[in-house]
Each structure stands twice: as C-alpha cells, then as structure tokens.
C-alpha cells in the first residue's frame, strides 16, 4: 500500500515547479533619454544644488498656524485617505495575484450511492485534500500579472507621497492667501478710514464756500471705491478661509492665532539653494509613480504574450475511499489528472490583446517622459520666478515709499490751497494700487518658494 505522504510529492514538485518556472518579467529602469533630454529643454534646472527633500516640512514651514494646520490636513484630508485606501486596494490585488502562483487546497468530504445491474447498491465514500485548477506557470503569465500588480502597489504607494506633497503646499499656500487677505483688510480698512478723512475736510470746505461741488463729489466717490474694496477683500477672506477649511479636512481650530497681515509673515520657508542636480528629479513620486506604471504596463506584455503558449493545469486528490462509510479512513486514494491546452483559433484575441499591452506600455513610456518634463518645467519656472519677484518686490517697496511721500505733499499743498483735489485724489489712488501691488508680489513670491519646494519634492 502507498504511503499518503509519499502521495504528496508529486503535488509538490508541481508546486514548485511552476513557482520557479517561466522568465521573470523585465522590470524596466527609467527610460534614460527622457531624462537626459529634458535639462537641455530646462538649463536653468540644472546645476550643483541640494535636495529639498532632505528638509522635512515640520523644518521647512516656520509659523505657528502653518504647524498647526499641516497636521491637521494630514490626518483629515480626503483626498489623502483616499490615497491611502487606494494603496489598500492595490495590496489586495497584489496578494490575489500572488495567490494564482500556488495552488488551491481544498478539504471535502463525499458520498455516493447508485443502483448497479444487479439489484443491488454500490456505495463510495471519499475523505482528503483536493487540488482545483492549478496552472504551471512554464511560460510566465501569471507570473508577469503578480508583477504588473506589484508595480501597481508600487504606483499607489508613490502616488500617496505626490498627494501628500501636494497636499502640504496647498495648505501653505491658502495660508499666504490668508495673510495677504488680512494685509490687504487691514490697508483697505486704513484707506476707508483715510478718505472718511478727507471727505469730511472737503465737506468743511465746501460748507466754507472754499471747495466746490466737484470736489466733494470727489472725495464721495473716493470714499465709496474704497468701501467697495473692503467688500471685495472681506469677501476673499472668506472663500480663502472655506478653501483652507476643506484643506484640511473640517472647521478651523478655535485657539487657532488670526493672520497677523505683516509682509513677514508670507514667507513661511527659508531660500532654497538655486543649485539642483538632475537625480533630484527623478526622485519626486509622482515621477516614481509613471516609472512604475510603465513597469506594470511592460509585466503585462509578458502576460498576454505568454497567452499564445501552451496553458498547462493539474488537478489532483489524495486521500482515502471505501465502499462502508465506517471503514473510511481504513484505505488510501488518491488521483493525479494534468491538462494541457493548446490555443488554436480565438478569432485573434490574443493577438489584439497583446497589441492593447503593447500599446498601454507605450502610453505609460510617453506619460513616464512627459511627468520627467514637468518636473523640470516646474523647477525652472520656480526659479525663473525666483529672481524677478525679488527684484519686483524692491522696486514696489521703493514705489510704495515715493507714492507716500507724495500724498503727504499733496495733502499740505491741497490744505494750503495750492494743490486740487483732484491731485489729492490721484495721489490716494496711486499710493493705494502701489500697496495692494506690493502684497500681491509679496504673496506670490511666497508662493513661488512653496512651489519650488513642492518641485523639489519637499514635504513627502
């Protein structure tokens, strides 16, 4: 009589077979020209630099408000919980596939009883382990689907960090707009003030007899432009305050400081080196992502092309039979049936599906490029932004200065009846476009460090 565990071996020796059999699905490197192509397209992205990356954003980001609602948007965001799930959802499938490689061990017990010609009953019983549908994988198909999944988990866990990235810099990035709202509030609310002002000293004069109607008019109209301002920037405040709100996930925190408004406070980083080395790039996720797109995409080409071989499978039992359910477990049985199929005529399925792999690898190749060139388009905007807002914010902080020594002449001119107000009023209006210039130009030079940290891949 043979021995069960002697039964077991075949079953074995299948199992491994098929777990080390078949070429293993290339797992292409980055395509070099893509990335060798675009610095020449991006020079000023290159040079001898240092990786942003390296600076975590509890480091980089300074203020009391942005280390409050970056955690916050971190453990509340939507958009990376899904992230998250989505990483959950690619494991699964990963271990799904990863399962297809072995086979499936089934327990189960049977019976049977059927009339035979002779009047009589002939009865079976079977107890043991059964093997349903287990495919050698000779020719690699399923083991280039186990690796197009793993290189899907791969993508998902890297598009987890692009979200996280992203999310960090939208989250400083509603915290500039807030602190030129309330620089804005506050200029726009001292303007109102200032022209409250000045119409009531026109209206003085014009009940003197020294003004006439045109220049209280004047200073009417003035007055209520700058009230219409106000409206206009309170109005910002608010949709600038909802947009942080669903940034990070829920209502601000009450103990949470009001925006200070002060030019200083719209620059939460420290400069960034100019210099940037090109392994820096290619080291952002949402290009490691595309990497591992095309990674997958080519372990499916693997698949579909192992389609046209020959699909061997097995199945087996081993266990035990007897005709006396009582005498079950008294003898051993087992069976061994392999299967081999041979595609003959599918009416060019194969052929088109392999085709459709081919043609995702070559989508997923021209994605792969194009997130490379974005990389460094954002770079080199970030730093061609870098220079020029600088040297715009000195020119209006000069102008801001001019413009307000001007309305102070003007204003003791006008008081001394020399100058009109007419001249008073365009010296209000320039010095006040001046200043709403210069906390644009400062805010968006703000913005300009975080996109270039978020280029560089800081805040992952």
């Excluded at 610095?39 to 203020?63: K, N, S, V």
């Excluded at 200070?260 to 949402?286: Q, W």
């Amino acid at each position: 009589m043979t021995r069960p565990h002697s039964l077991l071996l075949p079953l074995l020796s299948a199992a491994l077979l098929a777990a080390c059999a078949g070429p293993e699905p290339k797992r292409p490197s980055a395509p070099e020209a893509a990335a060798s192509a675009v610095p020449a397209a991006f020079p000023q992205a290159g040079g001898a630099g240092t990786a942003a990356t390296a600076l975590p954003w509890a480091q980089a980001y300074r203020g009391e408000r942005l280390q409050k609602l970056i955690p916050l948007a971190l453990a509340n965001n939507r958009d990376l919980r899904v992230a998250a799930l989505n990483i959950e959802s690619a494991r699964a499938t990963a271990a799904a596939r990863d399962a297809d490689l072995w086979p499936t061990v089934n327990v189960g017990v049977t019976g049977s009883r059927t009339p035979t010609a002779s009047g009589g009953i002939n009865s079976l019983y079977t107890a043991g382990l059964q093997v349903s549908a287990y495919e050698l994988d000779l020719f690699g198909r399923l083991r280039g689907l186990d690796a197009a999944a793993a290189a899907q988990l791969l993508a998902a866990q890297s598009n987890q960090q692009a979200v996280r990235i992203a999310l960090v810099a939208s989250v400083a990035n509603a915290e500039i707009a807030l602190q030129a709202d309330a620089a804005l509030l506050k200029l726009t609310q001292d303007t109102v003030a200032t022209r409250e002002q000045s119409l009531a000293l026109t209206r003085q004069r014009f009940d003197g007899g020294v003004a006439s109607e045109v220049d209280l008019r004047t200073a009417e109209s003035s007055l209520q432009a700058a009230r219409a301002a106000l409206a206009q920037v309170q109005r910002q405040q608010a949709l600038d305050e909802n947009a942080l709100a669903l940034l990070i996930g829920g209502p601000l925190p009450t103990d949470l400081p009001a925006p200070s408004g002060a030019l200083a406070d719209f620059e939460p980083l420290a400069e960034l080196p100019a210099g940037l080395p090109s392994e820096v790039l290619t080291a952002r996720p949402d290009i490691r992502q595309a990497e591992r797109l095309l990674a997958a995409a080519s372990a499916n080409i693997d698949a579909a092309r192992a389609a046209f071989f020959p699909r061997i499978t097995l199945t087996g039992q081993i266990g035990t039979a007897s005709g006396q359910l009582s005498d079950l477990f008294k003898h051993s049985a087992w069976s061994f049936a392999p299967q081999l199929v041979q595609p003959l005529f599918d009416a060019g399925r194969n052929r088109a599906n392999l085709e459709q792999a081919r043609a995702q690898r070559d989508i997923a190749l021209a994605q792969y490029e194009k997130a490379v060139q974005t990389g460094f388009r954002e770079v080199a905007d970030g730093l061609a932004g870098r220079a020029t807002l600088a040297e715009q914010r000195s020119a209006l902080t000069a102008q801001v200065a001019a413009e307000t020594r001007r309305l102070a002449l003007t204003e003791q001119r006008y008081k001394g009846g020399i100058a009109s107000a007419l001249d008073l009023l365009d010296a209000q209006r320039s010095l006040f476009a001046a200043q709403q210039s210069l906390v644009q130009v400062q805010s968006q030079r703000a913005q300009n460090l975080v996109s270039l940290y978020r280029a560089l891949g800081g805040g992952a």
